[in-house]
């Protein structure tokens, strides 16, 4: 094998070993995600699940397709429902209709061209009655459940309601005054009525003149 020959195969040699560098050292673009499940104890009836969809970094992402299931002790699937976090990165589930008992909670997001992929998986008791809820959560987290909770109430029907206490009622004496104000000062007969709504004889000064009262 001559000198030539040599330098042919050392080339081909840099050259695939480059490509291989390329190959397994390409960075991932996406950024690692994690997603949690806010709830600290038994949830009541009716009461809330709150999912939290971050980066590593624990930056809120947010207007992310995520899909939850409730998995009942049998296995059968008693809630499904794909949702999108909102921009503070919460999602709320609202347990209704559901039996109390012990359920895992599954929570998937499928990732995109930014974000990788990542699931969750809990379990949850939901008790009888009302409890009061307990979360692992931090002030912008109660901040954004907050925001989440009014934008999802003013997507239903609002009926303001007022305090007997500011209720206007008209009173008697407006009543009276209105009434007063529109009665005829004047009698039939062409006499005075007075402040009583009695008939009085017109004075007349001395020239035969009506004088005025």
């Not at 040599?6 to 190959?23: D, F, K, L, R, S």
């Not at 987290?141 to 305090?163: G, K, L």
């Not at 104000?181 to 009525?193: A, E, H, K, L, P």
């Amino acid at each position: 094998m001559d000198k030539k020959e040599y330098v042919i195969i050392g080339i081909v040699i840099i050259i695939a070993i480059a490509v291989a560098g390329i190959i397994f050292s390409s960075p991932n673009s996406a950024k690692n995600t994690q997603i949690q499940i806010l709830n600290n104890g038994s949830i009541g009836e009716n009461g809330t699940i709150y999912i939290k969809l971050t980066d590593m970094e624990k930056n809120s992402l947010g207007d992310k397709p995520i899909k939850v299931s409730i998995i009942d002790k049998k296995g059968k699937a008693v809630y499904t429902k794909e949702l999108k976090t909102h921009v503070t990165g919460m999602a709320l589930v609202k347990v209704e209709n559901i039996t109390p008992d012990t359920y895992t909670v599954n929570v998937t997001f499928n990732g995109d061209a930014n974000y990788s992929s990542s699931s969750l998986s809990k379990k949850i008791n939901i008790v009888s009655g009302h409890v009061e809820e307990q979360l692992n959560a931090t002030s912008e987290d109660i901040q954004a459940i907050n925001i989440e909770q009014a934008q999802d109430s003013q997507q239903n029907t609002y009926t303001p309601v007022y305090s007997t206490d500011t209720s206007y009622t008209p009173s008697s004496s407006s009543s009276q005054q209105s009434s007063s104000d529109s009665r005829d000062t004047s009698s039939d007969d062409g006499g005075v009525i007075d402040e009583n709504g009695n008939a009085v004889d017109p004075v007349i000064d001395e020239n035969g003149n009506e004088v005025a009262t």
